[in-house]
């Protein structure tokens, strides 16, 4: 972070990126006119058993009933219902609507689930998915108490254990939304084109790096379940549901005067339940039938921003 006696007015109090208020910008088109690219982020994830050692676990992490010794069954059992039980309820919601999807899966998942794995890669390969790189684990954030070797290790350790499985992400979502002082300059080292970690914004926009290129595509915090569902927050699904709807109604008419982006964080373990999936799934239609709705994946919609050069 900048010292607080470098800090100019109404510039950020790091280094990552520039300042820029929305409405000074140029105004952001998108394909055939689109208002707003809309793309729900899913996140396939393995809670480890047992956390690995010296690793700093977050204060707060969804799922079970807290923190507590291993096996911690409930946070296990708990993301494994969303693999086994809730993806496939979900999965059929989002491809329904008329949507696409990111695939953030950490390496845990990918080389446990199989069969997962493989169906996703064939909504890959069909145009309706995008993979994006999750970590190893949900357990294991990066943060600024590793050293640079660490973190930078573990990064590349994620993309060489996914593309074992012939997962090739360009983008990164770290677990948890973790990242550290240094974490946009060694994604960039270790070949990611864009991250989903910065949720501050509407439009995606150029990190600063002191190499390469890196793109921000920001998510909207508001939206992930995890923090709409669980507590302290705990609204209700149906409430939940009609904020999805209304911000893709709002961001479409907002877009008309400079194109958006609606992208969030879904987990199958929490929007896959079944008292859930229905308000769930009636507003993921509502938002594929919103006039002004270009469906995407992430590469799709930092390209027609300008910040990748293509999208193979």
Known sequence: ???????????????????????????????????????????????ED??????????????????????NIARIGQREYGLRAGWPRLRAAILGAGLRY???MDAMTAEGWPALRAEIAGD???GRAEWVAHGISVNRPLHDGMDEAAE?????????????????????????????????????????????????????YA??????????????????????LCAPRGITPASY????????EGLARDGRRSARCMVWCMRPFLVGQPFRIGPV??????????????AATPSEIIAAAGLLEDTA
């Open 1 to 47: 972070m900048i010292p607080s006696g470098q800090l100019q007015r109404g510039a950020p109090d790091h280094p990552h990126h520039a300042w820029s208020a929305l409405p000074t910008r140029a105004p952001l088109r998108f394909p055939n006119s689109a208002a707003v690219a809309v793309c729900p982020v899913i996140a396939f994830e393995t809670h």
């Open 50 to 71: 047992a956390v690995p050692e010296d690793w700093p676990q977050p204060n707060w992490l969804s799922g079970g009933v807290g923190r507590r010794p291993d096996p």
């Open 102 to 104: 990111a695939a953030a």
């Open 124 to 126: 890959v390969a069909a």
């Open 152 to 204: 930078r290790a573990v990064i590349a350790e994620t993309r060489a254990r996914l593309a074992a499985w012939g997962i090739r992400a360009r983008g990164w979502w770290g677990p948890e939304y973790g990242e550290s002082t240094r974490t946009p300059a060694l994604l960039v080292r270790e070949g990611y084109a864009f991250t989903l970690d910065w949720c501050n914004d509407e439009q995606p």
């Open 207 to 228: 990190m600063t790096v002191p190499e390469g290129r890196l793109a921000a595509l920001p998510p909207f915090a508001d939206l992930d379940d995890a923090f709409s």
């Open 241 to 248: 549901a009609a904020n999805l709807a209304a911000a893709a």
């Open 281 to 294: 799934e009636e507003a993921l239609r509502r938002i594929g039938g919103t006039d002004g709705v270009w």
